[in-house]
């Protein structure tokens, strides 16, 4: 098994799946052209990622780190009539190179993107008056995934879905003499699901065109 042949099945279920669009296609090739990681979602998992948004019939979505708003457009897209999207992001250039491409998919007044340390930003969000979110993404930096969960549960209501991309980490979250702040973070995470009361959640390791990971998906009581 190696990554050639995960990609090669990303691209056959992509094909099969994930119709081709003109704004996410563009948006990858600006992103790509303005020097940004390629460490978006992949198609297949960035349509999971809408599903999941309108099984859960969201109006208010928040994504913790947009790089270049690849995952943003597909959840902005999964939003009920009227609804809204903030998306926090740490490099000025990221936030614009995503603006841009939030702008050509039409969704620029549908999404927010704030532009700060998500820890600082998310203070702030709760401070201000607006109903919680139903739906959180979170997928910048690793060492405060633990963090961000906090804010996410701090910021949601009974029902809202909790997704944190990466908790796998081609399986070394369950190496415990780690001492990488990427893998401590993402075990935080599982300290903290393990003894959180009322909050249901599962990991699912995943192979795919971005190699070995997984994502956890969690619902608040
Ligand atoms: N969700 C995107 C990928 C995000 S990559 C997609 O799938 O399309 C992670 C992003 O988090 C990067 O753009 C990075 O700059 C940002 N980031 C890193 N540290 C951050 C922080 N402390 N606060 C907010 N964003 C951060
Ligand atoms: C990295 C970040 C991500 O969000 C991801 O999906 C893959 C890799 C990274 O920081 O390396
Ligand atoms: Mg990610």
């Given at each position: 098994m190696s990554i050639e042949q995960w990609t090669l099945v990303d691209r056959y279920i992509t094909d099969a799946l994930v119709a081709p669009d003109a704004a996410l296609d563009a948006a990858l090739t600006a992103s790509e052209a303005a020097g940004l990681p390629g460490i978006n979602v992949s198609p297949n998992q960035g349509k999971l990622l809408h599903l999941l948004a309108r099984v859960r019939g969201a109006k208010s979505i928040l994504e913790v780190?947009?790089?270049?708003g690849y995952s943003t457009i597909w959840l902005a897209r999964?939003?009920?009539?009227g609804g809204k999207l903030v998306t926090l992001e740490l490099d000025p250039k990221h936030a614009e190179v995503a603006r841009e491409n939030l702008r050509r998919a039409g969704l620029a007044e549908t999404v927010d993107v704030r532009v700060g340390r998500a820890l600082e930003l998310l203070p702030a969000l709760a401070q201000e008056e607006r109903a919680p979110f139903d739906f959180v993404f979170i997928d910048a930096d690793k060492q405060n995934v633990p963090g961000y969960f906090d804010w996410a549960v701090k910021l949601s209501a009974s029902g809202s879905v909790i997704v944190v991309d990466n908790t796998v980490r081609k399986g070394a979250?369950?190496?415990?003499?780690?001492?990488?702040v990427n893998v401590k973070g993402v075990q935080g995470l599982h300290d903290k699901l393990r003894s959180h009361p009322g909050i249901d959640a599962t990991t699912i390791q995943t192979v795919g065109s971005k190699g070995y990971d997984g994502f956890t998906l969690a619902i608040v009581g």
């Open positions: 780190g947009t790089l270049g999964a939003l009920k009539p979250v369950a190496d415990l003499s780690t001492t990488d």
